[in-house]
């Protein structure tokens, strides 16, 4: 699943092919992937124009006037191209926009898991899964204090508190995997049990994961792509994540891979100390 820095990679390459441009004519080859009413979307956009894209944690925020935005999630899969109408269609392509000058921009989504909602800009917390989101990584609202209150609540093992986005929004298996091999704590840690100096030092290496995961453009393990079809850079630099039954870079220990609630997991037994 594309995390914040695909996500943020997809934003920034998919800006540039769209904005400003004025949509004709949408598509819906395989309408479930619309969550909100499917007539509203095919009819109310036309003629409305692309202002801008934002982005929330994992969700992508497409900006219309009239105060309209398209909330776009892309799930496991999903992914953005810009072509003409003319183009052949992909046998995964399952929305298309046609604009006003020719172009189109198409969904992709070989699962089918990926979502949109049209909805008035500004209610994205009370109409979209947004409203249930915690913080992101490196705003002012991350704050050390925050993220210790936060972690005194939870019961559950840290692998899941990182995961279910209410806490911290925006990370997926493989920056979790990472940031908690990076600051020497087990996934299967207790929260609420872990000493609040290692909580900083999560805190500080999610930050800062992110931000670099960023900058190399996001990670390619398995299908993700850019708007222009590019791979990821920062795969180069996971030492963890996909490296079950290597030495730990580290301390030489073999990396073990076991499952936390149905999801893979990475980890080093001698590093990654558990706290229970």
């Known amino acids: 699943m594309p995390e914040m820095p695909e996500v943020e990679t997809v934003r920034r390459t998919l800006t ?10 949408v598509i819906l080859w395989y309408p479930k992937i619309v969550a909100t009413d499917h007539d509203k979307f095919i009819n109310e956009l036309p003629g409305k124009k692309i202002i801008r894209i934002d982005r929330y944690a994992k969700y992508l925020l497409i900006r ?3 105060n309209l935005t398209i909330v776009s999630h892309l799930r496991m899969e999903g992914k953005y191209h810009l072509t003409t109408p003319e183009a052949p269609k992909d046998k995964h392509d399952h929305v298309e926009f046609i604009f006003t000058d020719g172009t189109a921009l198409r969904y992709n989504d070989v699962r089918k898991f990926g979502r949109m909602q049209l909805v008035l800009t500004g209610t994205e917390r009370q109409t979209t899964g947004i409203g249930k989101l915690g913080v992101e990584p490196n705003t002012p609202e991350f704050s050390e204090q925050y993220f210790l209150s936060s972690l005194k609540r939870k019961k559950k093992n840290i692998k899941n508190v990182l995961l279910d986005q209410t806490v911290v929004a925006g990370l997926g298996n493989i920056y979790v995997d990472e940031t908690l091999w990076q600051s020497k704590i087990h996934p299967l840690s207790l929260a609420n049990k872990i000493p609040a100096d290692k909580v900083e030092d999560l805190r500080k290496n999610i930050n800062e994961t992110i931000k670099i995961a960023i900058e190399k453009r996001g990670t390619t393990v398995h299908s993700y792509l850019d708007a222009n079809g590019e791979v990821g850079g920062y795969q180069e630099m996971l030492q963890v994540y996909g490296h079950a039954g290597e030495a730990c870079p580290r301390c030489g220990t073999t990396l073990e891979k076991i499952k ?3 999801r893979g997991t990475t980890f080093c037994p001698h590093c990654q100390v558990i706290y229970k």
């Open 16 to 25: 540039p092919l769209i904005k400003g441009k004025t949509i004709e004519k």
């Open 64 to 66: 219309l006037n009239d």
């Open 260 to 262: 936390v609630s149905g």
